[in-house]
């Protein structure tokens, strides 16, 4: 997800402004705040060792720069519908594609 005009004091606390931020997401397509687990803190940023996750993360960050650009720069775009055509980006996992809204329906915690 991409979100702007974040300042230092929305971020305190740290967790607690992810797990919203998320949460916001999750229910922007309908989807239960519970549907990849518990969102209350502690919520773990990591470094990744995945050249594939980097992969990722490089296309989705082009995107959203791309789109941005296009749009005539971030005042004049629209974050919701940015957030909203990446859930739906089609992404090659261990060969297969899928979205990431279809990974999140396959989630254990979903039923």
């Given at each position: 997800m991409?979100?702007?005009?974040?300042?230092k004091a929305d971020l305190t606390p740290r967790d607690r402004?992810?797990?919203?931020a998320v949460r916001r997401e999750l229910n922007?397509?309908?989807?239960?705040?519970?549907?990849?687990g518990e969102l209350a803190p502690p919520v773990?940023?990591?470094?990744?060792?995945?050249?594939?996750?980097?992969g990722f993360m490089n296309e989705v960050a082009w995107f959203a720069e791309c789109a941005i650009v296009?749009?005539?720069?971030?005042g004049r775009f629209d974050i919701a519908e940015l957030n909203r055509e990446q859930r739906r980006m089609l992404h090659n996992r261990n060969g297969c594609y899928a979205t990431p809204l279809d990974l999140v329906r396959e989630h254990p915690h979903l039923a």
């Open positions: 991409f979100v702007a005009d974040v300042r402004w992810r797990a919203n922007a397509e309908n989807m239960p705040d519970a549907v990849l773990v940023l990591a470094k990744t060792a995945s050249r594939q996750m980097l296009y749009a005539g720069g971030l």
